[in-house]
């Protein structure tokens, strides 16, 4: 019995740690500055609405793409460092994906 309680214990407190992650996004260059804010305020939003953290936003501006992406030569790069649990980071990426304004994104996990 007490290795059972042992490990709903270590599962309660697994579920409330938070992850470290970096989310690299590309932007529309179509996009206006107060567009732009709204979209990285939403990405925020989502983070800590579900009890996470935002430790950084860093927005990098235009900046030429490797490749075209969706028809487009450039785009505003913005860099979000936060806390997060692990089981919501495939819902953000879904939501990114939604999102017609972002191009690419990437979602990395810091090592912990």
């Known amino acids: 019995m007490v290795s059972k309680r042992a490990s ?3 599962l309660k407190a697994e579920e409330v740690q938070l992850r470290d992650y970096e989310l690299v996004v590309i ?19 989502f983070i800590t609405e579900r ?3 935002v430790a950084s936003v860093d927005s990098w501006g235009k900046r030429k793409l490797a490749y075209p992406l969706k028809h487009f030569m450039e785009g505003s790069y913005v860099l979000t ?3 997060l649990k692990p089981e919501l980071s495939k819902e953000l990426e879904a939501r990114l994906q939604i999102l017609e304004e972002v191009l690419r994104h990437l979602l990395i996990k810091l090592s912990s």
């Open 27 to 45: 932007i529309s260059p179509e996009v206006m500055d107060e567009k732009l804010e709204a979209i990285i305020d939403k990405i925020s939003k």
């Open 51 to 53: 009890g996470g953290t």
């Open 81 to 83: 460092q936060f806390k």
């Open 8 to 10: 709903k214990q270590a």
